[in-house]
C-alpha cells in the first residue's frame, strides 16, 4: 500500500524490516503507517481499505483461501484487490536446465 495524493491513509506490511525501511526511505509521508508483519498475521480491520494490494507475496501463503476471505472483511464496500503473483515463466532464466547426473540422466 502505497502513498498516493487522493489517499487520505495507507498502511504498508511487509515481514522484512529492511524492506520497510526501504519502503520509508522512497515513501515518506504522515499518511503512510509502515509496520512490520506477515500477510497472515495482520488483524484485517473490517470494512476500513478502499483497496488493497498485495504485491509478490501471495504465492509463499499457505491458506491462501483464509487470506482472501480476510482481505475480502477488510474492503470497503466497493472495495478493489488488486495483486501480482511470481511465475516461473518470467523468473526461470532462459538458460535454465534439468541438473544431470554423470551418465546424462536428469
Not at 509478490?56 to 503473483?85: M, S, V, W
Amino acid at each position: 500500500l502505497v502513498g498516493s495524493e487522493m489517499c487520505i491513509r495507507d498502511r504498508g506490511i511487509d515481514l522484512s524490516s529492511r524492506m520497510i525501511e526501504e519502503a520509508k526511505k522512497r515513501n515518506a509521508g504522515e499518511q503512510i503507517e509502515y509496520r512490520v508483519c506477515g500477510i497472515d498475521e495482520y488483524e484485517y480491520p473490517e470494512n476500513t481499505w478502499d483497496c488493497v494490494i498485495s504485491n509478490l507475496a501471495l504465492h509463499y501463503i499457505e491458506d491462501i483461501e483464509l487470506i482472501f476471505q480476510k482481505i475480502h472483511r477488510t474492503l470497503k464496500p466497493d472495495g478493489i484487490f488488486l495483486f501480482n503473483i511470481e511465475h516461473p515463466v518470467f523468473t526461470a532464466g532462459v538458460g535454465q536446465d534439468w541438473i544431470y547426473t554423470d551418465v546424462g540422466t536428469p
